[in-house]
């Protein structure tokens, strides 16, 4: 992990509350592994005090590049999105564990709302993945996954675009197709995927989003139960990224 002053290229509203983001750090860019993410301090002051951990969407190591995608939801990502080209973001990253990258395996990715952001990355990296994408009603970010796979389906709750529905209707249709199951979205699509994979004997490793506060390891905000049910684990180092039999999803 390390501290990096990083220069913005470009940041923008991609849809409703979501924005994108282009940094360039040669650190991040090199060294980033698909599910990492990065802690950026929002603003220059104390308030808000803590950095706000944001997934890394996508690398360009050729050009120092990193995206990342973002939502809205509270004063440290409002001030986010005050900054513009060619202003400078303090950066610790990057950081948790990342996904294990099986090559010869039959694998599917499925995503929920702006948990499709460490996604990316990940289809990139695996090159043959099936994608399940699913979205209230707005879809984002459906051309750059379609750089990484021939194999999307795209679901909306209202079913204004892709078919109507949820993406774990499909990936259960499907699930005997594959060896490997990636996620990362809302706790309860979470909880459908690990079970559903579970019930089969399918390999599944999820992206568990939490709050934090120091992202290394020091002050257990971002703690969550483990499977055990005797101990925690901490997302921000023992994740974000789990083995599903690894933590309890359970409410
Ligand atoms: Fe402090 Fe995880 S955010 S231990």
Same mark, same amino acid.
């Given at each position: 992990?390390?501290?990096?002053?990083?220069?913005?290229?470009?940041?923008?509203?991609?849809?409703?509350?979501?924005? #994108? =983001?282009?940094?360039?750090?040669? /650190?991040?860019?090199? #060294?980033?592994?698909?599910?990492?993410?990065?802690?950026?301090?929002?603003?220059?002051?104390?308030?808000?005090?803590?950095?706000?951990?944001?997934?890394?969407?996508?690398?360009?190591?050729?050009?120092?590049?990193?995206?990342?995608?973002?939502?809205?939801?509270?004063?440290?990502?409002?001030?986010?999105?005050?900054?513009?080209?060619?202003?400078?973001?303090?950066?610790?990253?990057?950081?948790?564990?990342?996904?294990?990258?099986?090559?010869?395996?039959?694998?599917?990715?499925?995503?929920?709302? /702006?948990?499709?952001?460490?996604?990316?990355?990940?289809?990139?990296?695996?090159?043959?993945?099936?994608? $399940?994408?699913?979205?209230?009603?707005?879809?984002?970010?459906?051309?750059?996954?379609?750089?990484?796979?021939?194999?999307?389906?795209?679901?909306?709750?209202?079913?204004?675009?892709?078919?109507?529905?949820?993406?774990?209707?499909?990936?259960?249709?499907? /699930?005997?197709?594959?060896?490997?199951?990636?996620?990362?979205?809302? #706790?309860? =699509?979470?909880?459908? %995927?690990?079970?559903?994979?579970?019930?089969?004997? /399918?390999?599944? $490793?999820?992206?568990?989003?939490?709050?934090?506060?120091?992202?290394?390891?020091?002050?257990? %905000?971002?703690?969550?139960?483990?499977?055990?049910?005797?101990?925690? #684990?901490?997302?921000?180092?023992?994740?974000?990224?789990?083995?599903?039999?690894?933590?309890?999803?359970?409410?």
């Amino acid at each position: 992990m390390q501290r990096d002053i990083c220069r913005i290229l470009s940041n923008h509203k991609v849809t409703g509350n979501i924005y #994108k =983001m282009v940094i360039e750090s040669r /650190i991040i860019s090199k #060294k980033a592994l698909p599910g990492q993410f990065i802690h950026i301090k929002p603003g220059d002051g104390y308030d808000p005090l803590l950095r706000r951990p944001i997934s890394i969407c996508d690398l360009d190591a050729d050009n120092s590049q990193v995206t990342l995608l973002y939502r809205v939801c509270g004063k440290g990502t409002r001030l986010f999105t005050h900054t513009k080209t060619g202003d400078f973001l303090d950066v610790l990253g990057p950081l948790g564990n990342g996904f294990p990258i099986f090559h010869s395996k039959r694998v599917a990715i499925i995503g929920g709302g /702006i948990g499709i952001a460490p996604l990316l990355y990940l289809s990139k990296e695996l090159i043959e993945a099936e994608v $399940y994408l699913g979205f209230r009603d707005e879809t984002y970010m459906i051309e750059d996954f379609m750089k990484y796979s021939d194999n999307i389906s795209i679901y909306t709750e209202d079913g204004s675009k892709g078919n109507k529905g949820y993406p774990i209707e499909a990936l259960e249709r499907n /699930i005997r197709s594959y060896d490997v199951v990636y996620a990362c979205g809302p #706790k309860i =699509m979470l909880r459908a %995927v690990k079970n559903l994979c579970e019930e089969n004997h /399918i390999e599944c $490793y999820i992206s568990m989003e939490e709050r934090m506060g120091c992202g290394i390891g020091a002050c257990l %905000v971002c703690a969550c139960e483990s499977s055990s049910n005797e101990e925690y #684990k901490k997302v921000c180092t023992d994740g974000p990224v789990f083995n599903s039999k690894e933590v309890n999803l359970d409410d």
